[in-house]
Each structure stands twice: as C-alpha cells, then as structure tokens.
C-alpha cells in the first residue's frame, strides 16, 4: 500500500459542485501539504499544515479550504467549483528531521475536471 | 517573470546518452536546490538535493549549482529507457519544505 494515499484518483464534477479531496499518510509525519500542478506552471502549494491544530495558507488558497482531521489526514475542498479548478492536486508530506529541505513525499494525485 | 525557469521539453534522446536538464531562477536567496522525478501518473519523488554551489554525484546522476549564474544542472550519464520521466527542478531559501519554489518540469524521454 501507498504511504501517502489519495482519494478519489479521479472526478469529473460540474461548476458550482462542493468537492472533497481526501489524503491520508502512514508515514507518522506531521506536516502535510495540497499542491496543484497544471501544465507549464508546475506544483503550486495551496495549504499546508505543520500539526493538526496549524492550518497555513499557501500561494493559491483562495477558492480552497482545507481540514485536518488527524495527524493522518488531511482534506481538501473546493467549496463552489469552478473550471479553472481543472488540475492534478497533490497531497503531499514531511518530516522536519529528514534533511535540511525537509524532503517532500507525494501521493499519486487527484485528477479533478471541472465543466 | 517566474521565480525558476524550466525548459519544458520533450526531450528525446537515445539510450545510453548523456542527457542535461536546466533551470534558471532569478531569487539570490536559494540555497538549497533539489530535482523531483515523476513518472507518468505518480507523484515526484527526491532524486537528489545540494545545498549551497557545487556538485554532488549518486551513481548515474550528477547535480550541479552555479549561484554565480544562477543555474542549476542535472547529469545523467549512460540514460536508460527508465528514466524516462518529467524531471521538476526545486529551490528554496530556507530549509522549510513550505517555502519550495517548483519548476515546471521537463519532459524526458529515452529512445532504446
């Protein structure tokens, strides 16, 4: 199994839908990260969370939002979608301890299409 | 103009060639530099990382930071049909994996 899993792989959704995005980590680390990434622009951090009572936003927060449920989870939502949500989302992890760039592990994405 | 630049490929070589992937970045303040690897329909994974100028070797990959040009490389010698992959250059100024700065990927592609 994945040390970083993602729910769903893929959804098609409809403008003005709510979506769910959900990640869930066996890795025991505290920090968990939301990237997008669109083609020729690369990943772009949307939220990130140091531990389950620290929420940070990002460079594209808006039209976002984020819950962590657990030091295992961490979801993310687009209350009201729109077409230009249409991207590969990324939940990704960290360990402070692990080197000094704190190494990212990533799940296998979330493809989302919005019409 | 974006903080790391990146050509975005494709780029197809032979097998067995060496093969130089890229960035530029215009923030003085980086200092630690990495290369993500994703495979088609993965997520990137750290292929390598230096902090600071210089190079730093693992097996078939070499990477390379200029400060003074504000370039960074990435080597592979003797290529092989399996690294075939988007190759993402990453920067940043502080050890935080928050403050990452993403290229935006080149696409490889190993001919056998």
């Known amino acids: 199994d994945a040390d970083v899993t993602q729910t769903p792989r893929n959804r098609i959704t409809k403008t003005g839908k709510r979506i769910m995005l959900e990640c869930s980590q066996t890795?025991?680390?505290?920090?968990m990260y939301w990237y997008r990434q669109d083609p020729g622009l690369g990943l772009q951090l949307i939220y990130y969370?140091?531990?389950?009572?620290d929420i940070n936003k990002g460079e594209i927060s808006d039209g976002y939002s984020v819950s962590r449920q657990a030091q295992a989870k961490f979801s993310l939502s687009l209350e009201s979608a729109i077409p230009n949500q249409t991207a590969l989302y990324f939940c990704a992890t960290s360990d402070w301890g692990q080197g000094p760039t704190g190494e990212l592990f990533f799940g296998e994405g979330s493809r989302l299409t919005v019409l | 103009q974006k903080e790391v630049e990146q050509d975005p490929g494709p780029l197809s070589v032979p097998e067995g060639a060496i093969v130089s992937l890229n960035c530029t970045y215009s923030?003085?303040?980086?200092?630690?530099f990495m290369w993500y690897r994703q495979y088609s329909r993965k997520g990137p994974e750290l292929l390598m990382y230096t902090y600071s100028s210089g190079n730093k070797e693992d097996g078939r990959f070499t990477a390379q930071v200029d400060k003074s040009s504000k370039y960074i490389s990435l080597f592979i010698r003797d290529s092989q049909p399996s690294d075939s992959a988007t190759y993402l250059c990453a920067m940043s100024a502080r050890s935080s994996a928050s403050k990452i700065i993403f290229g935006s990927g080149t696409r490889l592609s190993i001919r056998p």
């Open positions: 969370s140091f531990d389950v009572k």
């Open positions: 923030n003085s303040a980086f200092q630690y």
């Open positions: 890795k025991g680390h505290d920090r």
